[in-house]
């Protein structure tokens, strides 16, 4: 990843986004990482995605590096939390966009509260979410991790 993290920005999602959010929710690691393994079909993925992106309780943002998508991130409210869940196109894993993903999203909303099912085994995300002050509330079994983020309230 550049240093320079002014080119970096977060983006609403739009519709163009459509076919990027489909290629990159199909990438083999990303299926693995999911709760839901499926492949997802073009058809299921068209109605997800309109449903989201019209839908004030969810955010969706791609990350971008001096205009180059790079990942996605989706906020959605429930329970008076913010569910995260984000991921980075295969060809820029391993470079710092995780966190930074994250921690553009919480700077973005400061007044928010984070939650993130993460599975034990994807340890990039459990390493991004303990390094931004997220804490492991629990484990809702063998293979996952709850871990909360609650901004300060003044």
């Known amino acids: 990843m550049n240093n320079n993290n002014a080119r970096l920005r ?3 999602a ?6 990027l959010l489909f290629y990159w929710a199909n990438d083999d ?5 999911s709760i839901n393994q499926q492949p ?3 058809d299921d993925h068209i109605d997800w995605f309109n449903s989201k992106l019209n839908d004030a309780n969810i955010s969706m943002l791609i990350l971008e590096n001096d205009h180059v998508p790079v990942g996605q991130i989706r906020i ?6 913010w569910n995260i869940n984000y991921s980075i196109d295969r060809n820029y894993r391993g470079m710092g966009y995780g966190k930074q993903i994250v921690k553009l999203s919480i700077e973005k909303y400061p007044s928010y509260s984070f939650r993130a099912v ?3 085994v994807n340890t990039a995300s459990k390493k991004v979410f303990e390094s931004l002050g997220f804490k492991s509330v629990y484990s809702a079994d063998d293979s996952l991790y709850l ?4 901004q300060d309230k003044i």
């Open 40 to 42: 997802i079909l073009w």
């Open 147 to 150: 871990y909360e983020h609650y």
């Open 76 to 81: 959605a409210l429930q329970d008076g939390c």
């Open 29 to 33: 690691a990303v299926r693995n990482n």
């Open 14 to 19: 739009v519709d163009g986004d459509a076919k």
């Open 10 to 12: 977060l983006r609403e």
């Open 118 to 120: 993460v599975k034990k």
